[in-house]
């Protein structure tokens, strides 16, 4: 510039002419290159982040791009270009893609946004609680229920995996993205129920007088398991004295539950030995058995009736025996061998008939009773093969007890002779002392005879030292031996 005045202050007007002229020509070759040699070239320029984690949940406002075509010669030369943009986005989850672009006959050029759409939400575990819940010490939690949701994946009640250690139970769940929750409930225990105490033999039973007594129970306690040995027994029971004795259990559990029982143990009988006599009399009873009533009587004697039905008009006997303290047991009603031993069904229908009677007078059927012509009877045979057999077990599983006898006074046919009668017995007693058991005396108070030995024979027995009493279930049965 500075040569270009110089020349114009030395030249004048025709020279300027001159030089806009060459001028323009060099600005026409100048462009005539230009649009020769340029070309246009693609820009995409992304606004903003290129890649961009999104959570599905949001809104996206693409900034989108700018594009334009720049010249090759002349870099700061651009012009417009028209933008196309193709997407793929949406709220699921994963990678999209923003494509800008732009082109035209020669060239294109491509721009790409990626947006990763993700889920970072967690789960939310909800748990329910029963009021006064509560869980027992050593046991497993009973669960009181829980569901679980996700924002993004929905309801993950099934997915919940709950775990109980220490106290507390874990609850963990994930969604399908991989966020997971936790969540704990502290296990609330309690312990509200108290010990069961069980009574072995029931809270009230019989005990035989002499008889060490054993005492049977267990206690057991939903959260400690066997308390049996927590129990306290207060209370005693003398074998020695007969009476009624009540024992008092109490057991607590560990969390102060207690329970208790009671056990009434009636102490009666006494301690059969080899000086016991058991008086029994069987066929009546008859017109004999009031005298014998009134002899016993006089001497506080308890003895024991097998009874018959034979002398309808004398049953009221087994009243008058029952209410003195006497045993009145069963000898069937018809003491009809070739009746009796038909059949097992026509025995204890027979028996059934007696104890009939026996209900009626006492008040109570008895289980003792006594076979007639014992149980080693031989004659039963010729009715029904193996009937003893059949009916020993049946008696049994009826809880029945039948007695035989060891000491027979002859009264059934070997005498008509009270002295007779009366030695035969005494040798018997003295015969069992002698072998250390007890006696049971076979006599029939329906002979006179015999009656009239009874009081003799308690006398000789006072003087000896025996005692007397009635047969129970627990006494001694004298069984013969079954041989049919
Ligand atoms: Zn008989």
């Given at each position: 510039m500075f040569n270009i005045r110089c020349v114009m202050v030395v030249s004048g007007g025709r020279k300027m002419k001159k030089w806009i002229l060459v001028f323009l020509t060099i600005t026409a070759v100048l462009t005539g290159c230009f649009f020769l040699l340029n070309h246009w070239i693609p820009v995409v320029e992304i606004i903003g982040d290129p890649e961009i984690t999104l959570e599905y949940t949001e809104t996206f406002e693409d900034p989108g791009a700018n594009v334009y075509w720049r010249s090759s010669l002349l870099p700061f030369i651009t012009k417009e270009a028209e933008l196309d943009t193709e997407s793929d986005l949406s709220n699921d989850l994963g990678d999209h893609q923003i494509h800008y672009h732009i082109k035209n006959h020669h060239q294109e050029a491509d721009g790409v946004r990626v947006i990763h759409v993700v889920d970072t939400d967690r789960p939310v575990i909800h748990l329910e609680t029963i009021e006064d819940h509560y869980t027992r010490y050593n046991h497993p939690y009973e669960e009181e229920g829980f569901s679980a949701s996700d924002p993004h994946d929905g309801d993950l009640t099934d997915q919940v995996v709950s775990e109980e250690k220490d106290g507390y139970v874990y609850y963990t769940v994930s969604d399908s993205s991989g966020n997971t929750t936790k969540k704990r409930r502290k296990i609330f225990y309690d312990d509200r129920e108290a010990p069961v105490i069980t009574m072995d033999g029931g809270n009230e039973f019989s005990w035989q007088n002499g008889i060490p007594y054993e005492d049977h129970y267990s206690a057991e306690d939903d959260c400690d398991g066997d308390v049996t040995d927590k129990v306290i027994v207060e209370g005693n029971v003398d074998v020695h004295t007969n009476g009624d004795y009540t024992l008092t259990y109490?057991?607590?559990?560990?969390?102060?539950?207690?329970?208790?029982?009671?056990?009434?143990?009636?102490?009666?009988?006494?301690?059969?030995?080899?000086?016991?006599?058991?008086?029994?009399?069987?066929?009546?009873?008859?017109?004999?058995?009031?005298?014998?009533?009134?002899?016993?009587?006089?001497?506080?004697?308890?003895?024991?009736?097998?009874?018959?039905?034979?002398?309808?008009?004398?049953?009221?006997?087994?009243?008058?025996?029952?209410?003195?303290?006497?045993?009145?047991?069963?000898?069937?009603?018809?003491?009809?061998?070739?009746?009796?031993?038909?059949?097992?069904?026509?025995?204890?229908?027979?028996?059934?008939?007696?104890?009939?009677?026996?209900?009626?007078?006492?008040?109570?059927?008895?289980?003792?009773?006594?076979?007639?012509?014992?149980?080693?009877?031989?004659?039963?045979?010729?009715?029904?093969?193996?009937?003893?057999?059949?009916?020993?077990?049946?008696?049994?599983?009826?809880?029945?007890?039948?007695?035989?006898?060891?000491?027979?006074?002859?009264?059934?046919?070997?005498?008509?002779?009270?002295?007779?009668?009366?030695?035969?017995?005494?040798?018997?007693?003295?015969?069992?002392?002698?072998?250390?058991?007890?006696?049971?005396?076979?006599?029939?108070?329906?002979?006179?005879?015999?009656?009239?030995?009874?009081?003799?024979?308690?006398?000789?027995?006072?003087?000896?030292?025996?005692?007397?009493?009635?047969?129970?279930?627990?006494?001694?049965?004298?069984?013969?031996?079954?041989?049919?």
């Open positions: 109490t057991v607590e559990d560990s969390h102060g539950n207690a329970s208790s029982a009671e056990r009434i143990v009636h102490v009666k009988g006494f301690f059969e030995n080899e000086n016991t006599i058991y008086l029994t009399f069987d066929d009546g009873p008859g017109s004999h058995t009031d005298h014998l009533l009134d002899v016993l009587d006089q001497y506080n004697v308890k003895v024991t009736f097998f009874a018959t039905n034979a002398y309808p008009g004398y049953a009221y006997c087994m009243k008058r025996a029952a209410e003195a303290g006497h045993t009145v047991a069963v000898h069937t009603a018809s003491h009809n061998y070739a009746q009796i031993y038909a059949s097992d069904e026509a025995y204890w229908d027979d028996f059934n008939r007696v104890n009939d009677v026996i209900e009626a007078q006492t008040g109570n059927r008895s289980r003792l009773f006594r076979f007639p012509g014992g149980s080693s009877n031989t004659v039963s045979a010729n009715y029904s093969e193996g009937i003893m057999s059949r009916l020993a077990a049946e008696a049994a599983e009826y809880g029945y007890t039948y007695f035989d006898w060891n000491v027979s006074s002859g009264d059934a046919g070997g005498t008509t002779d009270t002295n007779t009668v009366y030695e035969n017995v005494i040798r018997g007693i003295q015969y069992n002392h002698d072998h250390g058991v007890p006696s049971v005396v076979l006599q029939h108070d329906i002979k006179e005879f015999s009656v009239n030995a009874v009081e003799s024979i308690i006398l000789w027995g006072l003087e000896n030292g025996y005692h007397f009493a009635p047969l129970s279930d627990l006494s001694f049965t004298a069984h013969h031996g079954i041989a049919n």
